[in-house]
């Protein structure tokens, strides 16, 4: 059963950080891109980060380059989000993802990943 498990969300301040963290163990596969994505309410899923799991590519949308970044520990099976410098519109509800490619601007897209995680909550004030 494939799953994945996101946490390390929480309410801060603006300019504060959060890491998020995302479990990918249940997965066999050693190669894939897991994406974090992140929706407002009343806001489209959007993309943020993503990370090309056995290959070390890493992908950000232009609103986070230079504050967050996406890694992978192989040997705990998880990619993390370092978010720093956080701002008020970085709130929403952050998702992992897993799909088969981050190439081109695919990795932007969601309807591209097969499995998700629940989601965690991250508010900055």
């Known amino acids: 059963h494939v799953q994945l498990v996101e946490s390390g969300g929480g309410s801060v301040k603006a300019g504060e950080s959060l890491r998020l963290s995302c479990d990918t163990s249940s997965f066999s596969d050693t190669r894939y891109c897991l994406g974090w994505f992140r929706q407002a309410p009343g806001s489209e899923r959007e993309g943020v980060a993503a990370?090309?799991?056995?290959?070390?590519?890493?992908y950000y949308a232009d609103s986070v380059k230079g504050r967050f970044t996406i890694s992978q520990d192989s040997a705990e099976n998880t990619v993390y989000l370092q978010m720093n410098s956080l701002k008020l519109e970085d709130t929403a509800k952050y998702y992992c993802?897993?799909?088969?490619?981050?190439?081109?601007?695919?990795?932007?897209?969601?309807?591209?990943?097969?499995?998700w995680g629940q989601g965690t909550q991250v508010t900055v004030s």
């Open positions: 990370i090309y799991f056995g290959g070390g590519s890493t």
């Open positions: 993802a897993e799909g088969p490619t981050c190439s081109g601007r695919s990795w932007m897209l969601p309807m591209v990943f097969d499995y």
